[in-house]
């Protein structure tokens, strides 16, 4: 990962299907290549404190120095998500950013009276969205300063440079 630490690195929507998301992504923005994960596997996960059982298909690729993540809902667990869709949205539904100190950060957010919304690991390493939405307009995740997301992400950023076109939606490596 290029990008400074606690910048904005990631801009993530939701959408109701996520082929069609991709193919506009590619197709029409020229943006890409995609890598995706259908049925991330995500551990641990709580909605509000409250154990959850999401599961979400997510697909990443990068605009320049932005990455950008497409997910998609396929089941009716209670979710950030899904409260996000039967609110009749669809779009932009939050950035991303990876602070230096995760732990610290994710209790200085508590502290400023924003709720954990989603938390859960993917490859044992932590995330959680913040319920920003009366400040921003929408969630704000956290990452852990991880290796497991920094290695990904700068997989996806490379991916992007120089990116002709051809191959446009590839799956995460094993």
Same mark, same amino acid.
């Given at each position: 990962m290029t990008q400074?630490l606690? #910048?904005?690195? &990631?801009?993530?929507?939701v959408?109701r +299907?996520? +082929?069609?998301? =991709?193919? !506009?992504w590619?197709?029409?923005? *020229?943006v ?7 049925h991330?596997p995500?551990?641990? &996960?709580r909605? !509000? $404190? *409250?154990?959850s059982?999401? +599961? ?5 690729? /990068?605009s320049?120095d932005?990455?950008i %993540?497409?997910?998609? &809902?396929?089941?009716? %667990?209670?979710?950030?998500y *899904?409260e996000? =869709? ?5 779009g932009?539904?939050?950035?991303g =950013?990876?602070?230096?100190? !995760?732990?610290a950060t994710c209790? &200085?957010?508590?502290a ?7 938390q859960?690991?993917?490859g044992g390493? %932590?995330l959680? !969205?913040?319920d #920003?939405?009366?400040?921003? $307009?929408?969630?704000? %995740?956290?990452?852990d /300063?991880?290796s497991v997301?920094k290695? =990904?992400f700068?997989?996806?950023e490379?991916?992007? *440079?120089?990116?002709d ?10």
């Open positions: 400074p606690y #910048t904005v690195r &990631q801009l993530a929507y959408v +299907d996520l +082929d069609a998301a =991709l193919d !506009y590619t197709g029409m923005l *020229k890409g290549p995609f890598f995706r994960m259908d991330a995500l551990t641990d &996960q909605f !509000y $404190g *409250k154990p059982n999401v +599961d979400i298909s997510i697909a990443l690729g /990068n320049g932005l990455q %993540e497409l997910i998609q &809902q396929h089941n009716d %667990e209670p979710s950030v *899904k996000f =869709l039967d609110a009749g949205r669809v932009v539904h939050h950035f =950013l990876m602070p230096v100190d !995760y732990a209790a &200085q957010y508590v400023n009276g924003h709720r954990a919304a989603f859960c690991t993917l390493a %932590e959680t !969205y913040f #920003t939405v009366a400040s921003v $307009g929408h969630y704000i %995740e956290l990452w /300063n991880h997301f290695d =990904l700068l997989m996806v490379d991916a992007a *440079k120089g990116w076109g051809r191959d446009p939606v590839r799956s995460f490596p094993a």
